[in-house]
Structures are given as structure tokens and as C-alpha cells.
């Protein structure tokens, strides 16, 4: 995956050979992850309008809720 992304996008190369960014990482969520998210965060007190939670590039603390409510494997 990594290398086809490579041979398709120079602006990806360029950043993978300068080590500017890392390696795809690719996690399987289990069916209502983000849904669960949602409300855990809704739950401490964010108005649901406000929450946007990145599924590209999640932050660390999303990802650490997720291996918490086992609802993310890495693949």
C-alpha cells in the first residue's frame, strides 16, 4: 500500500524519503467504534455539534479509547 501510494503521488514520496512522514498505518475498528467515541466524549461534557473526530488521522486520545473499549485492532 505504502509503495503504490508512493508510485502515485510524488508529493507522498518526497515526504516518506525525507522522513517527514511516517508510514501508513492501517487499523481494523470494530462496527459503532466512532459511534461509542462520540458518545464517551459527549458524555464528559462536549456539545455533540462540537465533536470531530478525525478518521484519517485520529489524536492519540481517540486512539487510546479505542484500544480501551477494544474496539480497534491493527492490521
Not at 524519503?17 to 511516517?22: C, Q, V
Request: hydrophobic share 35%; no cysteine.
Amino acid at each position: 500500500f505504502d509503495q503504490s501510494l508512493m508510485e502515485h503521488n510524488i508529493e507522498y514520496r518526497s515526504k516518506r524519503e525525507s522522513g517527514r512522514l511516517g508510514e501508513v498505518r492501517v487499523r481494523e475498528l470494530a462496527p459503532g467504534a466512532y459511534e461509542r467515541i462520540r458518545r464517551l466524549v459527549s458524555d464528559a461534557g462536549s456539545a455533540d455539534a462540537q465533536i470531530k473526530l478525525s478518521h484519517l488521522n485520529p489524536r492519540s486520545a481517540v486512539l487510546e479509547q479505542l484500544e480501551i473499549l477494544g474496539s480497534v485492532k491493527q492490521i
